[in-house]
């Protein structure tokens, strides 16, 4: 039931920055862990981001930390994905996810539910 659709994905050159966004919709439990991952062509999906609906607590992988910033809309239900300098190697498709075990945020291991990817690519 519920969905997630993200869009704001698209051609940008190295430095430039993005804002990411995912709609969300078919809650009927408002605690969920709501997070964004990516997946670059070759390379296994990678988390990167995550955030508690309720509390509103967030979540960073490692090496991307830093540049990504998450954050969420609650009028709009909507999360967003703010990526700054970026880089080619930040190529890939992003994808948000959300779960209803809210400690799988800790270690981004959202796999409750899935949406279509954005495609960002980033040129030198």
């Known amino acids: 039931e519920v969905q997630l659709q993200a869009s704001g994905g698209g051609l940008v050159q190295a430095g430039e920055s993005l804002r990411l966004s995912c709609v969300v919709s078919g809650f009927t439990f408002g605690r969920y862990a709501i997070g964004w991952f990516r997946q670059a062509p070759g390379k296994e999906r990678e988390g990167i981001s995550c955030?508690?609906?309720?509390?509103?607590?967030?979540y960073y992988a490692d090496r991307p930390k830093g540049r990504f910033t998450i954050s969420k809309d609650d009028a709009k239900n909507t999360l967003y994905q703010q990526i700054d300098s970026l880089k080619p190697e930040d190529t890939a498709v992003y994808y948000c996810a959300a779960d209803r075990w809210l400690p799988r945020c800790k270690w981004l291991g959202l796999n409750d539910y899935w949406g279509q990817g954005t495609q960002v690519t980033v040129s030198s």
């Open positions: 955030i508690n609906t309720n509390g509103g607590s967030t």
